[in-house]
């Protein structure tokens, strides 16, 4: 099937949708009645737009949307295509299942700053859908760590000693991780290659075979740790530390945004800026598989060992995370459909 690149502004608004929302949830914050009712429009709004798009993908367009020029070869770029709507309809189906929820629980619970919590998660969406669409290492990058910002607030909600613990973790483990190993391979890859737009196949990637072999292994290793939102161990920490927050954001973390948005990345790194070509070439498939089925196999033994539900349930996420790792480094058309399906 040809490949097709179509300028499309659903993008532009599917992104502004979360982002509106939480204008419109802190503008209506008084009434917790209209506040309630802008959360949950936006979630079908948002639903609605990213299933319009639907058609257009299966036809075997790539929808884009160009926002800006940053240098040249960085820009801030959307893109739809068949793995980025993936993702797309599962944060915002989800989104429009976990906004009903949280506010129920919230009323229930008398809970404070009501108005704040769902901003907050609104631009968490924002966040991941600026993810989901990301044309470019760049622009996912940029999105990756808003969602890191977002969330803080969220996890750290109760504002007591465990909520602060708990959040402190968090930011300090993403953030860190973020800075430390992502941001140096981003700069290198963007030297090395002049650019860092995704291509529109799975097998390129951006590396030519003039690049050093122990260089693109570096680089490949600094992008499995520093998407931590991956679960990956030895990165795993925070999950279970942002256990404290609320219940809706024990969802918001384990299903609809979060830890998706941590294997998203990952997955869409090893694809489309390593390719297939290069991670067999250099045989990292294999080894990457053998290291996430340990995160597999721990994380399962030490969920079993928690009595905490929320607990376990946070161990039981980082193992079933590293079983997509683990069907996309098999690097076969079967592993890779498994593990993002």
């Excluded at 404070?112 to 996912?140: E, K, P, W, Y």
């Excluded at 300090?172 to 430390?180: E, G, R």
């Excluded at 790194?269 to 995160?295: E, K």
Aim: include cysteine.
């Amino acid at each position: 099937m040809e490949i097709q690149t179509v300028s499309s502004v659903k993008l532009l608004i599917a992104l502004l949708v979360p982002l509106i929302g939480t204008l419109g949830v802190m503008f209506t914050g008084k009434n917790e009645n209209v506040r309630e009712g802008v959360s949950s429009a936006a979630s079908v709004i948002l639903l609605l737009l990213v299933a319009s798009m639907i058609p257009a993908v299966l036809d075997g367009k790539i929808l884009v949307y160009h926002l800006f020029t940053v240098l040249p070869g960085i820009t801030v770029t959307l893109r739809a295509d068949g793995m980025s709507m993936i993702f797309a309809l599962v944060a915002s189906s989800l989104w429009t299942i976990a906004v009903y929820y949280s506010l129920g629980y919230m009323r229930a619970h008398q809970e404070h700053a009501q108005t704040r919590f769902n901003a907050c998660f609104a631009l968490a969406i924002f966040g991941a859908i600026g993810v989901a669409f990301s044309d470019n290492l760049f622009t996912m990058y940029l999105f990756y760590e808003i969602v890191s910002v977002c969330t803080y607030p969220l996890v750290a909600h109760a504002q007591d000693k465990d909520g602060y613990a708990g959040a402190q973790k968090y930011i300090v483990y993403l953030t860190t991780t973020a800075k430390l190993f992502l941001l140096p391979a981003l700069i290198l890859i963007y030297v090395i290659t002049g650019t860092l737009d995704f291509p529109h196949n799975i097998s390129e990637g951006l590396f030519s075979g003039d690049t050093e072999s122990w260089i693109v292994i570096m680089l490949y290793i600094f992008c499995l740790f520093g998407f931590a939102k991956n679960g990956v161990m030895p990165f795993h920490h925070w999950l279970p530390g942002a256990m404290v927050a609320p219940t809706p954001v024990s969802a918001l973390l384990h299903a609809v945004a979060v830890v998706k948005v941590g294997v998203f990345c990952t997955t869409r790194t090893m694809l489309y800026v390593f390719g297939v070509d290069t991670m067999h070439a250099l045989n990292l498939g294999i080894p990457t598989a053998y290291f996430v089925g340990f995160t597999v196999i721990a994380a399962s033994v030490l969920a079993l060992s928690k009595n905490n539900l929320k607990e376990r349930l946070a161990y039981s996420t980082i193992s079933q995370l590293s079983y997509i790792i683990l069907g996309v480094a098999l690097l076969t058309p079967a592993g890779i459909d498994g593990g993002l399906i």
